[in-house]
């Protein structure tokens, strides 16, 4: 049972961010959602890429024959990023958006482009 404890999270913050995007009006909000859904997918590539008793690959002299795979780690690390950079523009947009339209409620932000 505990072993599947990570597998468990990630399938509670994917089901709470997806929640929040779909459920939610406020840019801002579902902003968030969209970062706890990210976090999920790279919670995942960690359980993914996790192996017991093994240590990061960097080492070159490690004693333990058993390394983790440094794909999933350079993956997350540039899933991360990419995340950072993408809500950065999103958040961008939600100002933007709030300048000219006074909200951020994407119900009045459609009624007033009609």
Not at 12 to 36: D, E, Q, S
Not at 68 to 93: D, E, H, K, R
Request: proline share 4%; charged share 15%.
């Amino acid at each position: 049972m505990l072993y599947n404890v990570p597998l468990i999270t990630v399938a509670l913050l994917a089901l709470i961010g997806l929640f929040t995007i779909l459920t939610r009006r406020n840019l801002v909000k579902i902003l968030l959602g969209l970062t706890v859904f990210e976090s999920s997918v790279n919670l995942f590539l960690i359980t993914l890429g996790y192996r017991e008793g093994g240590i990061a690959p960097i080492y070159t002299g490690a004693p333990s024959p058993f390394m983790v795979m440094p794909t999933v780690q350079a993956l997350t690390l540039t899933s991360i990023v990419i995340g950072v950079a993408t809500s950065a523009m999103l958040l961008s947009f939600a100002i933007v958006i709030y300048r000219r339209y006074g909200t951020v409620d994407t119900e009045k932000i459609r009624r007033l482009r009609e």
